[in-house]
Structure formats: C-alpha cells, structure tokens
C-alpha cells in the first residue's frame, strides 16, 4: 500500500536524500495518494476511487483527455470520471494514477536544465511505443510496460533541480560525449533509474514497477525481465526523429522478430499519439 504515514529512514530513503542533495523529498499530492491507496487494495471498489478523484478537478481533467486520446479511441466521448475510471479497469487505471502522481511532483519543482515540455513528449512516446508492443508481444503486462517506459526518467528533472553537478553532466551529455548512464555511474556511482527505483520505494510503488525501472539486462542478449521497456529507452536518444525511429525499429526487429517497416510504422503513429499523453502530464 502507498506510504501515506512517516517511515524509519531506510538505506534506500538515505541514498535517495544524498543523491537529490539535501533536496526536501518529494511526497505525492493528498488526494492522489488516497486513490492509488484505494485502486491498489485487493478490495478495491472501482466507484470508490472515482468519487475520490472526482474531488481532484485537476486529476478529474487529466483522466478524461487521457481516456479520450488516440490510446483508448472510445466510440463515444467519455465524459464522465465513474465512466473513465471503468474503461480504465483496475490495472490500467493504478499505472495511470502513479503516472499522474510523478508527473505532479516533477511540475512542482521546475528543473533548471530540462525542458519539461520536450521531456514528457519523449516519455510519453516511450509508454505509448511500449503500450504498442505489448499489445503484440507482453499484453499481460501493458500497464507495467506502460509505466516503467514512462517514468524511468522520472528523477532526472528531480536531479537536476537539486544538483549543479548532474546539470553540468546532462549539458555534457547533450554535446554527444557519452552515453548517459554510463556518465553518470562513473560521476556518481548511480544512474537516474537507480534513483528512480529509491524514490518508488520511498512513494510505496509496487516492487513490479520498481523492478521494471531499474533491472539493467540486455535485452538483444535475452536477459532482460522487461525488454520492451528497455528497447523504446532509446526513443530518447539524441538525433533526428527519424534516425532514432530507424535505430529502434532494428532494435525491435533483432529482440521481438517483428519486421523492421512494421516497426517503424507503429514508432512513428505512437510518436503522434503520445502528444495528446504529453499534454496531460506537464
């Protein structure tokens, strides 16, 4: 269940606080917090949760226009929260909701640094290109596919808000100088999934989630317990959309055999339905 009271300080709690640099931990909003708590108990009572977000107008808004994007393409316009919440389904809706949890706690802290905008546009094509795939190759596990493509660079912006260090890195890795987290455990001895994983632990997240954020198998190697979420990480890679599209259509093709103008195909239509997803989150 979510963490809604104080905790003894954990290891993970200890490294995550030394990592954002003394940063105030960030703690996700009341009322959000309450309805993962509901949508996550084996009881849970769908209507329930959706009088709870309803007291939310914020995350009512956010729901709907997620619910009414490209992703679901209801028949009709859903416009009411009972109404989304069902369409959703339990799964579905407990991997929206932390979505939506993360992505509050980011906006409030207004990294120096990261274009939030330019940021959710490309883990919202992530989660949309691993929601794709799973449809083809693990739809048993979508929302957890979903989610860890989505927020497995939730604590960038969180890094670089709190610590000149890491804004120096990410300038540095901008200019094309190496890869990412390779740079970043050679500065600091852990990557931003890392941190991602402590910060879940912190918030309660459920362990499928952090383990999907943080295992480092390879997934062309076979060893990766969640290698859709490691092929569309490279959707954030630097350069053109239509080179990272054509590197990532190979990686799809060389992991999941799905041949590469397939593959482009479904990168390039879930890059445009990820803007709406975009818009919900920022």
């Known amino acids: 269940m979510l963490r ?17 640099g003394g940063m105030q931990l960030p703690t996700i909003p009341g009322m959000v917090a309450a309805a993962i708590e509901q949508v996550s108990a084996p009881d849970c009572d769908l209507r329930q949760v959706a009088a709870t977000v309803s007291h939310d107008p914020g995350l009512s808004a956010r729901l709907l226009s997620i619910v009414n994007s490209a992703a679901y393409a209801p028949r009709n316009p859903i416009v009411g929260v009972t109404q989304a919440v069902t369409m959703f389904g339990k799964n579905q809706l407990e991997s929206m909701l932390i979505s939506l949890a993360a992505s509050r706690v980011v906006a409030n802290k207004q990294p120096a640094a990261i274009d939030l905008t330019e940021f959710w546009n490309v883990s919202a094509w992530r989660a949309s290109a691993a929601a794709a795939l799973s449809n083809h190759f693990d739809r048993a596990r979508r929302s957890e596919n979903f989610s860890g493509a989505l927020l497995e660079g939730i ?17 540095e890795w901008r200019q094309g100088t190496g890869e990412l987290e390779e740079m970043e455990m050679n500065a600091f001895g852990w990557t931003h999934r890392t941190v991602a ?8 997240f459920p ?8 295992e480092t198998g ?10 859709i979420i490691r092929v569309v990480h490279w959707l954030g890679d630097r350069g053109e959309p239509g080179e990272v599209i054509e ?36």
Do not use: C, H
């Open 207 to 214: 362990l499928s989630l952090r383990e999907a954020v943080t």
């Open 197 to 204: 994983g402590w910060l879940f632990e912190e918030w309660g």
């Open 247 to 282: 590197d990532v259509a190979k990686r799809v093709n060389r992991v999941f055999d799905m041949p590469e103008d397939l593959a482009a195909a479904l990168l390039e239509t879930t890059r445009t339905d990820a803007l709406l997803l975009a818009q919900s989150l920022t």
């Open 155 to 171: 604590a960038i912006p969180l890094l670089a808000a709190s610590q000149p260090r890491y804004r120096s890195l990410i300038n």
């Open 218 to 227: 390879d997934p062309e190697q076979g060893t990766s317990k969640y290698p």
């Open 4 to 20: 809604l009271k104080k905790q003894k300080e954990s290891a993970a709690n200890a490294d995550l606080r030394r990592a954002l």
